[in-house]
């Protein structure tokens, strides 16, 4: 089965930080772009930053500039994001998604995804 989980989120308190992970299974992250999305309460699902196979990160979020960053592990099969100086307006459930680059490109972040998480909470709050 193919499939990607998040994991890592849970409750933070402004300023604090968190590590999120995106878990593949049954298909190899190496060949795919890696999104991160989130959604929060009452607005659209939004991109926060996405990584390319090389590794070159696309943000797609002011607002996270600065404060988020994206890695992959590949020998893990596994895309990270770290989340610092965390503020109210981040809390949000978190998607990864994958896409398959045209031509295997693996310097570019396409639009469209393959294969979507089920998401995983962040909430900051005191």
């Known amino acids: 089965q193919l499939q990607l989980v998040e994991s890592g989120g849970g409750l933070v308190q402004p300023g604090g930080s968190l590590r999120l992970s995106c878990a593949a299974s049954?298909?190899?992250?190496?060949?795919?772009?890696i999104g991160w999305f989130r959604q929060a309460p009452g607005k659209e699902r939004e991109g926060v930053l996405c990584?390319?196979?090389?590794?070159?990160?696309?943000n797609y979020a002011a607002s996270v500039k600065g404060r988020f960053t994206i890695s992959r592990d590949n020998a893990k099969n596994t895309v990270y994001l770290q989340m610092n100086s965390l503020k109210p307006e981040d809390t949000a459930v978190y998607y990864c998604?994958?896409?398959?680059?045209?031509?295997?490109?693996?310097?570019?972040?396409?639009?469209?995804?393959?294969?979507w998480g089920q998401g995983t909470q962040v909430t900051v709050s005191s």
């Open positions: 998604a994958a896409g398959r680059p045209p031509a295997g490109n693996r310097y570019r972040c396409g639009d469209e995804y393959d294969y």
């Open positions: 049954g298909f190899t992250l190496d060949y795919y772009y």
């Open positions: 990584i390319s196979r090389s590794g070159g990160s696309i």
